[in-house]
Protein backbone atom coordinates (compact mmCIF):
# COMPACT_ATOMS: atom_id res chain seq x y z
CA UNK A 1 0.00 0.00 0.00
CA UNK A 2 1.34 3.61 -0.99
CA UNK A 3 1.91 5.83 2.13
CA UNK A 4 0.61 9.69 1.73
CA UNK A 5 4.76 9.99 2.09
CA UNK A 6 5.19 7.14 -1.01
CA UNK A 7 2.75 9.92 -2.79
CA UNK A 8 4.60 12.85 -2.69
CA UNK A 9 6.94 14.61 -5.18
CA UNK A 10 10.51 14.28 -4.39
CA UNK A 11 12.63 16.99 -6.44
CA UNK A 12 16.53 18.08 -5.48
CA UNK A 13 15.63 21.66 -5.80
CA UNK A 14 18.65 24.72 -6.90
CA UNK A 15 20.64 26.00 -4.40
CA UNK A 16 20.08 29.79 -4.25
CA UNK A 17 23.44 31.86 -3.27
CA UNK A 18 22.72 32.72 0.55
CA UNK A 19 21.23 35.76 1.78
CA UNK A 20 23.28 36.41 5.11
CA UNK A 21 21.68 39.42 7.14
CA UNK A 22 25.22 40.00 8.78
CA UNK A 23 26.03 44.23 9.29
CA UNK A 24 29.10 45.37 7.02
CA UNK A 25 29.41 42.66 4.74
CA UNK A 26 30.40 43.03 1.72
CA UNK A 27 28.23 40.39 -0.30
CA UNK A 28 29.47 39.63 -3.99
CA UNK A 29 27.84 36.26 -4.15
CA UNK A 30 24.67 36.78 -6.29
CA UNK A 31 25.37 39.28 -8.81
CA UNK A 32 23.26 42.14 -7.51
CA UNK A 33 24.33 45.79 -8.73
CA UNK A 34 25.61 47.73 -6.23
CA UNK A 35 23.98 51.07 -7.31
CA UNK A 36 20.66 52.02 -6.27
CA UNK A 37 17.92 51.28 -8.73
CA UNK A 38 17.38 55.30 -9.42
CA UNK A 39 15.72 57.99 -8.77
CA UNK A 40 12.63 57.63 -10.48
CA UNK A 41 12.17 54.16 -8.78
CA UNK A 42 12.64 56.12 -5.53
CA UNK A 43 9.77 58.29 -6.26
CA UNK A 44 7.66 55.62 -7.79
CA UNK A 45 7.65 54.17 -4.24
CA UNK A 46 6.90 57.05 -2.67
CA UNK A 47 3.65 58.35 -5.08
CA UNK A 48 2.39 54.84 -4.55
CA UNK A 49 -1.08 54.47 -3.12
CA UNK A 50 -1.41 51.51 -0.66
CA UNK A 51 -4.92 51.46 -1.13
CA UNK A 52 -4.30 50.20 -4.55
CA UNK A 53 -2.85 47.29 -2.65
CA UNK A 54 -6.49 45.94 -2.65
CA UNK A 55 -7.48 45.16 -5.84
CA UNK A 56 -5.93 42.69 -8.34
CA UNK A 57 -3.13 43.94 -10.32
CA UNK A 58 -3.16 43.95 -14.59
CA UNK A 59 -3.05 40.52 -15.44
CA UNK A 60 -0.49 41.02 -17.99
CA UNK A 61 1.52 43.84 -17.08
CA UNK A 62 0.33 45.67 -20.02
CA UNK A 63 1.35 49.50 -19.49
CA UNK A 64 5.01 47.97 -18.45
CA UNK A 65 4.92 45.69 -21.10
CA UNK A 66 4.40 48.47 -23.41
CA UNK A 67 7.65 50.28 -22.16
CA UNK A 68 9.14 47.58 -22.43
CA UNK A 69 8.43 46.69 -26.35
CA UNK A 70 9.24 50.05 -27.32
CA UNK A 71 12.48 50.13 -25.25
CA UNK A 72 13.57 46.96 -27.36
CA UNK A 73 11.54 48.34 -30.61
CA UNK A 74 9.05 45.32 -30.62
CA UNK A 75 5.26 45.20 -30.62
CA UNK A 76 4.00 44.56 -27.28
CA UNK A 77 2.71 41.11 -28.41
CA UNK A 78 6.13 40.18 -28.57
CA UNK A 79 6.81 40.44 -24.65
CA UNK A 80 6.33 37.76 -21.55
CA UNK A 81 6.21 39.17 -18.15
CA UNK A 82 7.18 37.14 -14.91
CA UNK A 83 7.79 37.20 -11.66
CA UNK A 84 11.75 36.93 -11.67
CA UNK A 85 13.58 35.36 -14.73
CA UNK A 86 13.42 32.66 -12.73
CA UNK A 87 9.72 31.98 -12.58
CA UNK A 88 9.45 33.40 -16.68
CA UNK A 89 12.18 29.89 -17.40
CA UNK A 90 10.43 27.44 -15.53
CA UNK A 91 7.41 28.53 -17.96
CA UNK A 92 9.68 28.31 -20.63
CA UNK A 93 10.19 24.91 -20.24
CA UNK A 94 6.74 24.09 -19.40
CA UNK A 95 6.09 25.66 -22.89
CA UNK A 96 8.83 25.33 -25.21
CA UNK A 97 10.37 21.26 -24.44
CA UNK A 98 7.93 18.96 -25.12
CA UNK A 99 9.80 16.61 -27.61
CA UNK A 100 10.81 13.13 -27.53
CA UNK A 101 14.81 14.21 -27.79
CA UNK A 102 16.79 15.84 -25.24
CA UNK A 103 17.63 19.46 -24.75
CA UNK A 104 20.68 20.75 -24.79
CA UNK A 105 22.47 23.07 -22.54
CA UNK A 106 26.19 23.87 -21.55
CA UNK A 107 27.89 21.50 -18.58
CA UNK A 108 28.91 24.54 -16.95
CA UNK A 109 25.77 26.97 -16.85
CA UNK A 110 23.45 27.99 -14.91
CA UNK A 111 22.89 25.28 -12.80
CA UNK A 112 18.99 26.09 -12.06
CA UNK A 113 18.09 25.02 -16.14
CA UNK A 114 18.35 20.73 -14.44
CA UNK A 115 16.74 21.58 -12.05
CA UNK A 116 13.51 22.45 -13.78
CA UNK A 117 14.67 19.01 -16.29
CA UNK A 118 13.86 17.19 -13.08
CA UNK A 119 10.77 18.91 -12.24
CA UNK A 120 8.95 18.68 -15.32
CA UNK A 121 10.90 15.36 -16.49
CA UNK A 122 12.19 16.53 -19.84
CA UNK A 123 15.31 14.58 -21.23
CA UNK A 124 18.46 16.86 -21.02
CA UNK A 125 22.10 16.29 -22.93
CA UNK A 126 24.86 18.56 -21.22
CA UNK A 127 27.37 19.40 -23.95
CA UNK A 128 30.77 20.21 -22.39
CA UNK A 129 32.61 23.44 -22.69
CA UNK A 130 36.01 23.55 -23.84
CA UNK A 131 38.97 23.86 -22.02
CA UNK A 132 39.10 27.39 -22.34
CA UNK A 133 35.19 27.22 -20.95
CA UNK A 134 33.79 28.36 -24.57
CA UNK A 135 30.58 26.71 -26.00
CA UNK A 136 31.28 24.76 -29.26
CA UNK A 137 28.70 25.36 -31.48
CA UNK A 138 28.80 22.13 -33.22
CA UNK A 139 27.69 20.18 -30.37
CA UNK A 140 24.55 21.63 -30.84
CA UNK A 141 23.47 20.35 -34.25
CA UNK A 142 22.60 17.00 -33.70
CA UNK A 143 18.51 16.54 -32.98
CA UNK A 144 17.41 18.11 -30.02
CA UNK A 145 13.85 19.45 -28.29
CA UNK A 146 15.24 22.86 -27.75
CA UNK A 147 18.64 24.30 -27.05
CA UNK A 148 19.32 27.24 -24.03
CA UNK A 149 22.34 28.61 -23.03
CA UNK A 150 23.09 32.29 -21.21
CA UNK A 151 24.86 34.70 -23.10
CA UNK A 152 27.48 35.58 -21.24
CA UNK A 153 27.34 32.80 -19.78
CA UNK A 154 27.26 32.23 -16.05
CA UNK A 155 29.22 31.62 -13.87
CA UNK A 156 32.00 31.74 -16.52
CA UNK A 157 31.25 35.29 -18.05
CA UNK A 158 32.20 34.35 -21.59
CA UNK A 159 30.17 36.19 -24.12
CA UNK A 160 29.69 34.68 -27.45
CA UNK A 161 28.92 36.57 -30.58
CA UNK A 162 25.59 37.32 -32.90
CA UNK A 163 27.11 34.89 -35.66
CA UNK A 164 27.54 32.27 -33.22
CA UNK A 165 23.53 32.55 -31.71
CA UNK A 166 22.81 32.84 -35.80
CA UNK A 167 24.68 29.83 -36.69
CA UNK A 168 22.87 27.64 -34.07
CA UNK A 169 19.69 29.16 -35.33
CA UNK A 170 20.66 28.00 -38.54
CA UNK A 171 21.05 24.64 -37.63
CA UNK A 172 18.19 24.26 -35.15
CA UNK A 173 14.99 25.61 -37.04
CA UNK A 174 12.59 22.97 -35.47
CA UNK A 175 13.64 23.65 -32.07
CA UNK A 176 12.89 26.58 -29.66
CA UNK A 177 16.91 28.34 -29.25
CA UNK A 178 16.27 30.16 -25.89
CA UNK A 179 19.44 32.88 -24.66
CA UNK A 180 19.24 33.85 -21.45
CA UNK A 181 20.72 36.98 -21.33
CA UNK A 182 20.86 37.92 -17.64
CA UNK A 183 24.10 39.82 -18.05
CA UNK A 184 24.21 41.34 -22.18
CA UNK A 185 24.04 44.46 -20.46
CA UNK A 186 27.52 44.56 -19.41
CA UNK A 187 29.08 44.61 -22.24
CA UNK A 188 27.55 41.80 -24.79
CA UNK A 189 25.12 42.57 -28.01
CA UNK A 190 21.64 41.38 -27.26
CA UNK A 191 20.11 39.22 -29.94
CA UNK A 192 17.20 40.86 -29.88
CA UNK A 193 17.55 42.18 -33.98
CA UNK A 194 17.93 38.37 -34.87
CA UNK A 195 13.70 37.61 -33.57
CA UNK A 196 12.70 39.26 -37.12
CA UNK A 197 14.69 36.72 -39.02
CA UNK A 198 13.77 33.40 -36.31
CA UNK A 199 10.91 32.43 -35.40
CA UNK A 200 11.94 29.85 -32.97
CA UNK A 201 13.85 31.98 -31.17
CA UNK A 202 13.26 33.39 -27.37
CA UNK A 203 15.51 35.69 -25.14
CA UNK A 204 15.13 36.05 -21.54
CA UNK A 205 15.99 38.77 -19.64
CA UNK A 206 16.05 39.90 -15.74
CA UNK A 207 15.63 43.62 -13.81
CA UNK A 208 17.59 41.80 -11.26
CA UNK A 209 21.15 42.16 -12.15
CA UNK A 210 21.23 45.70 -14.77
CA UNK A 211 18.40 47.77 -13.50
CA UNK A 212 19.26 46.80 -10.00
CA UNK A 213 15.59 45.24 -8.74
CA UNK A 214 16.86 41.78 -7.60
CA UNK A 215 14.33 42.88 -4.80
CA UNK A 216 10.98 42.95 -6.58
CA UNK A 217 11.37 39.68 -9.03
CA UNK A 218 10.75 40.70 -12.29
CA UNK A 219 11.87 38.84 -15.69
CA UNK A 220 11.11 39.46 -19.01
CA UNK A 221 10.93 37.26 -22.31
CA UNK A 222 11.12 38.32 -25.75
CA UNK A 223 9.77 36.60 -29.10
CA UNK A 224 7.61 36.03 -32.04
CA UNK A 225 3.98 36.52 -30.55
CA UNK A 226 3.44 33.01 -31.58
CA UNK A 227 5.70 31.75 -29.42
CA UNK A 228 5.32 34.31 -26.72
CA UNK A 229 1.34 33.71 -26.55
CA UNK A 230 1.77 29.93 -25.57
CA UNK A 231 3.90 31.25 -22.59
CA UNK A 232 0.85 33.47 -21.67
CA UNK A 233 -1.39 30.41 -22.30
CA UNK A 234 1.04 28.28 -19.78
CA UNK A 235 1.02 30.97 -17.38
CA UNK A 236 -2.39 31.89 -17.40
CA UNK A 237 -2.80 27.92 -16.38
CA UNK A 238 -0.70 28.45 -13.36
CA UNK A 239 -1.12 31.78 -11.94
CA UNK A 240 -2.95 34.92 -13.86
CA UNK A 241 -1.20 37.81 -11.51
CA UNK A 242 2.46 37.07 -11.45
CA UNK A 243 3.48 40.72 -11.41
CA UNK A 244 2.37 42.55 -8.49
CA UNK A 245 1.01 46.14 -8.82
CA UNK A 246 4.20 48.02 -6.89
CA UNK A 247 6.36 45.76 -9.39
CA UNK A 248 4.74 46.79 -12.54
CA UNK A 249 4.77 50.42 -10.90
CA UNK A 250 8.44 50.04 -9.95
CA UNK A 251 9.46 48.50 -13.40
CA UNK A 252 7.80 51.01 -15.42
CA UNK A 253 9.27 53.45 -13.07
CA UNK A 254 12.96 52.10 -14.12
CA UNK A 255 12.85 51.88 -17.45
CA UNK A 256 11.88 55.02 -17.78
CA UNK A 257 15.79 55.54 -16.14
CA UNK A 258 17.55 53.95 -18.94
CA UNK A 259 20.15 56.47 -18.84
CA UNK A 260 21.13 56.66 -15.32
CA UNK A 261 21.02 52.56 -15.00
CA UNK A 262 23.20 52.30 -18.74
CA UNK A 263 25.18 54.93 -16.73
CA UNK A 264 25.97 52.39 -13.37
CA UNK A 265 26.95 49.54 -16.17
CA UNK A 266 29.59 51.56 -17.21
CA UNK A 267 30.95 51.93 -13.86
CA UNK A 268 30.50 48.43 -13.30
CA UNK A 269 32.73 47.06 -16.41
CA UNK A 270 35.36 49.77 -15.55
CA UNK A 271 35.79 48.73 -12.04
CA UNK A 272 35.50 44.76 -13.79
CA UNK A 273 38.52 45.76 -16.05
CA UNK A 274 40.53 47.09 -13.43
CA UNK A 275 40.02 44.39 -11.37
CA UNK A 276 40.79 41.92 -13.77
CA UNK A 277 44.20 43.59 -14.06
CA UNK A 278 44.71 43.40 -10.27
CA UNK A 279 43.39 39.81 -9.94
CA UNK A 280 46.23 39.18 -13.17
CA UNK A 281 48.84 40.43 -11.31
CA UNK A 282 48.58 38.62 -8.33
CA UNK A 283 48.28 35.78 -10.52
CA UNK A 284 44.80 34.50 -10.90
CA UNK A 285 43.49 33.05 -14.24
CA UNK A 286 40.11 33.83 -15.95
CA UNK A 287 38.27 33.21 -19.05
CA UNK A 288 37.35 37.39 -20.09
CA UNK A 289 34.03 38.10 -18.18
CA UNK A 290 31.20 40.52 -20.37
CA UNK A 291 29.29 39.69 -17.04
CA UNK A 292 29.09 41.42 -13.79
CA UNK A 293 31.65 39.08 -12.10
CA UNK A 294 34.69 37.52 -12.89
CA UNK A 295 35.59 33.78 -12.59
CA UNK A 296 38.75 32.98 -11.23
CA UNK A 297 41.24 30.57 -10.17
CA UNK A 298 44.74 30.64 -8.90
CA UNK A 299 47.02 28.49 -9.73
CA UNK A 300 48.65 28.10 -6.39
CA UNK A 301 45.91 28.35 -3.74
CA UNK A 302 43.08 26.16 -3.09
CA UNK A 303 39.43 28.16 -4.04
CA UNK A 304 37.83 26.50 -1.05
CA UNK A 305 40.11 27.67 1.19
CA UNK A 306 40.48 30.86 -0.37
CA UNK A 307 36.38 31.74 0.32
CA UNK A 308 36.53 30.65 3.60
CA UNK A 309 39.45 32.83 4.33
CA UNK A 310 37.49 35.94 2.47
CA UNK A 311 34.59 35.44 4.40
CA UNK A 312 35.86 35.12 7.93
CA UNK A 313 37.27 38.90 6.30
CA UNK A 314 33.85 40.24 5.86
CA UNK A 315 33.75 38.99 2.13
CA UNK A 316 31.39 36.74 0.70
CA UNK A 317 31.76 35.56 -2.71
CA UNK A 318 30.40 32.03 -4.22
CA UNK A 319 32.03 28.94 -4.61
CA UNK A 320 30.70 25.92 -5.97
CA UNK A 321 31.68 22.45 -5.12
CA UNK A 322 31.06 20.72 -8.60
CA UNK A 323 33.24 18.70 -11.33
CA UNK A 324 35.52 21.21 -13.46
CA UNK A 325 34.71 24.40 -11.36
CA UNK A 326 35.98 23.68 -7.76
CA UNK A 327 38.89 25.56 -8.28
CA UNK A 328 36.97 28.61 -8.93
CA UNK A 329 35.58 31.59 -7.52
CA UNK A 330 32.56 33.51 -8.70
CA UNK A 331 32.96 36.89 -7.34
CA UNK A 332 30.63 39.96 -7.87
CA UNK A 333 31.28 42.91 -9.26
CA UNK A 334 30.81 45.68 -6.33
CA UNK A 335 31.85 49.17 -6.18
CA UNK A 336 34.79 50.65 -6.64
CA UNK A 337 35.61 50.98 -3.29
CA UNK A 338 34.35 47.47 -2.28
CA UNK A 339 36.83 45.89 -5.27
CA UNK A 340 39.56 47.62 -3.72
CA UNK A 341 39.14 46.10 -0.12
CA UNK A 342 38.46 42.66 -1.70
CA UNK A 343 42.12 43.02 -3.32
CA UNK A 344 43.23 44.41 0.09
CA UNK A 345 42.22 41.30 1.60
CA UNK A 346 43.30 38.57 -1.28
CA UNK A 347 47.00 40.51 -1.06
CA UNK A 348 46.84 39.81 2.90
CA UNK A 349 45.64 36.23 2.42
CA UNK A 350 48.01 35.34 -0.43
C1 LIG B 1 20.43 35.77 -12.00
C2 LIG B 1 20.10 34.88 -13.14
C3 LIG B 1 18.78 34.60 -13.48
C4 LIG B 1 17.63 34.89 -12.55
O1 LIG B 1 17.27 36.14 -12.39
P1 LIG B 1 15.96 36.54 -11.61
O2 LIG B 1 15.25 37.42 -12.59
O3 LIG B 1 16.43 37.27 -10.41
O4 LIG B 1 15.14 35.33 -11.28
C5 LIG B 1 18.52 33.87 -14.63
N1 LIG B 1 19.51 33.39 -15.39
C6 LIG B 1 20.80 33.60 -15.08
C7 LIG B 1 21.86 33.05 -15.95
C8 LIG B 1 21.13 34.34 -13.94
O5 LIG B 1 22.39 34.49 -13.59
Not at 278 to 300: I, Q, R, T, W
Amino acid sequence: MMTWQDKLRQVDPYEAGEQPQIKDLIKLNTNENPYDPGIKVKEAIQCFQSSELALYPNPDADELKHVIAKYHGLNDNQVFLGNGSDEVLALTFLTCFNGQEPILFPDISYSFYPVYCHLYHIPFQKQPLNELFEIVKEDYYQPNSGIIFPNPNAPTGCLVSLEFIEDILKHNSNSVVVIDEAYIDFGGQSAVPLLKKYPQLLIIQTFSKFRSLAGIRLGVALGNPELISKLYDVKNSFNSYPIDRLAQVIGKASMEDSEYIQNNAQKIIKTREWLKKELKDLGFVMPDSYANFVFVKHPEYDAETLFHELRARGILVRYFNKERINQYLRITIGTQEQMQKLIEEIKFIL
